[in-house]
């Protein structure tokens, strides 16, 4: 990697959910790295779809998406490195703990990253809001979810089940964080804040839950996403307006 400090350029912070992967895995490893946060729910940038947006997430990279991860070459030329998954492959060249040591459970979490990363549509469906704390509503609890659910539930249960009583387990999927529990990050907000939490099966789940939103780089983008008083509309959940829950926090 080149001596110069890569910027990771990322989203509102309480809306994010890939930003939010990306910058979990580069915080929690202590990486250096800076930080290029372009805003949107501002009064010049009101919401996304609208040229200023349009030219403010140009800025990322060439998908105009978030994260981009721009790195200095030796040659002094500024590479972009886009998409989460390859970002996380960029890093774990130099840091090859990202992943799991083990061949096969390296091999596993990555299946299961690519999984998340295209799948899991029931449960994305639903925006990642950490501000928003909302009650459960059933019209929107469909098969999709339920199954998707279920499906959640049975990784975390069976990979936490491996791992509890082992030697210097820290409680994550593979006993210590990886990046694979940064990719489970957002999906474990949107259980809290759509009041879905109590819909995990297996008491290790819901314990990992508990444990993956205790965590100090979590509650660090917490406290962050909470000094942010933007709201992008294009990421609020239609019908929720108005119906936010009170005195709950994390």
Do not use: C
């Amino acid at each position: 990697m080149a001596n110069s400090v890569p910027t990771l350029y990322i989203l509102n912070r309480n809306y994010s959910s890939w930003s939010l992967r990306a910058w979990l895995v580069m915080r929690s490893f202590k990486l250096n790295f800076n930080i290029e946060l372009l805003l949107l729910g501002t009064p010049e940038i009101p919401d996304m779809g609208i040229p200023a947006a349009a030219a403010l997430m140009r800025r990322a990279g060439p998908t105009s998406k978030v994260p981009a991860l721009h790195v200095e070459k030796p040659s002094g030329e500024i590479h972009i490195v886009f998409e989460t998954l390859a970002i996380l492959e960029y890093l774990a060249e130099d840091y090859p703990e990202i992943w799991p040591s083990d061949r096969y459970d390296r091999a596993f979490a990555r299946s299961l990253a690519a999984e998340m990363a295209t799948g899991f549509y029931g449960i994305r469906k639903y925006a990642m809001n950490i501000r928003g704390r909302y009650a459960f509503d059933p019209e929107l609890y469909t098969e999709d979810t339920i199954t998707q659910l279920a499906r959640v539930s049975s990784i975390w249960e069976d990979l936490r089940s491996k791992q509890v009583g082992k030697e210097g387990d820290k409680g994550f999927l593979f006993g210590r964080f990886t990046a694979i529990d940064a990719m489970y990050t957002p999906l474990a907000f949107r259980l809290l804040t759509y009041s879905l939490r109590d819909k995990i099966q297996g008491k290790h789940a819901q314990a990992y839950v508990n444990h993956l939103l205790s965590t100090e780089e979590v509650k660090e983008w917490v406290d962050l996403s909470k000094k942010e008083k933007e709201v992008i509309p294009a990421d609020e959940m239609p019908g929720y307006e108005g119906k936010q829950l009170t005195n709950v926090d994390y």
